[in-house]
C-alpha cells in the first residue's frame, strides 16, 4: 500500500510495510486522535523534542507539519494501535 502526498507541487509516494503483527505507514489526519493519546503521555514525550500534547488539535499540527516539510513521520501499529512513531527529515 502506499500514501500519496502532495510536496512542493509533486506527488510523492511513500510505502507501507505490513508483518501478520505490526503495521508501519505514513501517519495522517486521520491518525490524530491515536497521535494525541501517544503524545499526551509524558513517559513517551520525555526525551522528545516536543511538550506533551493537550488538545487533539496539537496532534494535528504534528502531523501537519511533517507532510507539509521536506520529512515524514511513520507510525508503528500494532494492527490496531500506533505503538511508536518514527520522524524522517532532511538536515541542511
Do not use: Y
Not at 505507514?25 to 506533551?52: A, G, W, Y
Not at 511533517?66 to 532532511?90: A, P
Amino acid at each position: 500500500m502506499l500514501s500519496t502526498i502532495l510536496r512542493q507541487g509533486q506527488k510523492v509516494e511513500f510505502p507501507s510495510l505490513e508483518t501478520e503483527r505490526l503495521n508501519l505507514r505514513l501517519l495522517t489526519l486521520q491518525d490524530s486522535k491515536i497521535v494525541f493519546k501517544h503524545f499526551s503521555d509524558e513517559e513517551i514525550t520525555r526525551f522528545m523534542d516536543i511538550e506533551p500534547c493537550k488538545a487533539v488539535k496539537e496532534a494535528e499540527e504534528i502531523i501537519r507539519f511533517h507532510l507539509e516539510d521536506s520529512g515524514c513521520r511513520w507510525g508503528l501499529f500494532d494492527k490496531n494501535n500506533v505503538i511508536e512513531e518514527i520522524r524522517i527529515q532532511k538536515r541542511d
